[in-house]
C-alpha cells in the first residue's frame, strides 16, 4: 500500500480507502463488516471513512467497534455532518447547534475523543457560512477534529469558503470528498483546478460508478440479483446505460492487456490525478479489498491512459 499527503497538510493517509455506505450498518452483517475492517488494516489501509447519516448511526457504531483493536494512532478516521439526524427543525444542516450536538454524538458512538476528518456533507443554503467555517474552527480548537472537509461543494462555494477562512483567520477546508470515475469526471473541469490551488486534497467516492466499473453488468443481460443496481432505493438508471455498458466491455480488454482487473483499472486511472489523495472503496467482503487495494502503486503509461480516453470520450 502506498500513501499519499492529504492535501497540503502533512497527513499521510492510504491510496485506498474504505468506506461504510450503503453497507456497515445496512445490508453487510456486523461480522462481516468487521473482517473487511480487519482485511483493510491488515493490507496497510489506513484511512476509514464513514457518517452520522449512514444508516442513522449504525455505521459508526460498527466501525468505531472493529477499529478499537488498533492503536488511535495507526488509522485516520472520517465521518460526517448535514443530513437528517431526526425530524425536528434543528436535526440537519450546518447551523453551530447541529454540528456540535452531531458531532459529540458521533464521538459517543465511534468511541472515540477525536476524529481526524469531519466533513461538511453537503453545502447548506439556509446558514451563513461564516457561522459554519466558526462551529468547525471552534471544534479544531477543542481538540475534537483534527481537520476540516466538504463533500460535494461547488468550486465557487469552496474558494468562497477558503477566502473567507483566510479573512477570518479560522481552520481551512483541507480535503473535498467528490463523486469521480471514469463515468462521472465532473471535478477535472473546475473542482480540481480550484483545489489545487488552495492545497486542498480529493478523498473521491463512488470510483467504481456504483459498481458499473466491475463488470458485473452485461449488456443485454438481466441485472444480477443482489447487486446495487437491483436494490429498490438505488437508481442507477443515469450510468448504467447501454453506452457505458459498451465503454465498460472495452476497458476489460484495456485491463486485460495489463494484467489488471477492470477494478483495479478504474482505481488506477484515478490515482493518476496527482490531487487525488485516496480512492474510497465499498466492500462486503474481504476478497473485494485485497483485489482493489492491488491498485495502489500501478502507474499507467501516457499510451494506455490516451487509449482509455479514447475510449471514455467515444
Known amino acids: 500500500m502506498e500513501y499519499r499527503r492529504l492535501g497540503n497538510t502533512g497527513l499521510k493517509v492510504s491510496e485506498i480507502s474504505l468506506g461504510s455506505w450503503l453497507t456497515y450498518g445496512g445490508y453487510v452483517e456486523e461480522q462481516k463488516a468487521e473482517a473487511s475492517i480487519d482485511k483493510a488494516y491488515d493490507l496497510g489501509i489506513n484511512f476509514f471513512d464513514t457518517a452520522n447519516v449512514y444508516m442513522r448511526g449504525e455505521a459508526e457504531k460498527i466501525v468505531g467497534k472493529a477499529l478499537k483493536k488498533y492503536p488511535r494512532s495507526s488509522y485516520v478516521l472520517a465521518t460526517k455532518v448535514f443530513g437528517d439526524m431526526g425530524d425536528g427543525p434543528n436535526d440537519r444542516g450546518l447551523s453551530r447547534k447541529h454540528i456540535t450536538e452531531q458531532c459529540n454524538a458521533s464521538l459517543q458512538r465511534l468511541g472515540l475523543d477525536y476524529v481526524d476528518i469531519y466533513y461538511c456533507h453537503r453545502y447548506h443554503q439556509d446558514t451563513p457560512l461564516e457561522e459554519t467555517l466558526r462551529a468547525l474552527d471552534d471544534l479544531v480548537r ?102 457505458n455498458l459498451e465503454r465498460v466491455e472495452a476497458l476489460q480488454g484495456i485491463a486485460a492487456n495489463e494484467n489488471l482487473s477492470l477494478t483495479q483499472l478504474a482505481i488506477a486511472w484515478i490515482l493518476r490525478q496527482d490531487n487525488v489523495s485516496s480512492a474510497l472503496i465499498g466492500a462486503s467482503r474481504p476478497e473485494q479489498i485485497e483485489e482493489n487495494a492491488k491498485a495502489s502503486g500501478v502507474k499507467l503509461a501516457p499510451g494506455t491512459i490516451e487509449e482509455i480516453e479514447n475510449i471514455l470520450k467515444a
Open 142 to 243: 477543542q481538540g475534537k477534529i483534527l481537520y476540516i472537509g466538504v463533500s460535494e461543494w461547488t468550486a465557487e462555494q469552496i474558494s468562497e469558503a477558503v477566502h473567507l477562512a483566510d479573512k477570518k483567520l479560522l481552520d481551512r477546508i483541507v480535503v473535498n470528498q467528490p463523486n469521480y470515475s471514469m463515468l462521472h469526471r465532473y471535478i477535472e473541469d473546475e473542482i480540481i483546478p480550484v483545489s489545487d490551488k488552495h492545497g486542498i486534497g480529493q478523498v473521491v467516492f463512488s470510483p467504481l460508478a456504483q459498481g458499473v466499473l466491475t463488470g458485473k453488468y452485461k449488456k443485454g443481460e438481466a441485472i444480477p440479483s443482489g447487486s446495487r443496481a437491483a436494490q429498490e432505493n438505488l437508481d442507477l438508471s443515469r450510468i448504467l446505460t447501454e453506452q
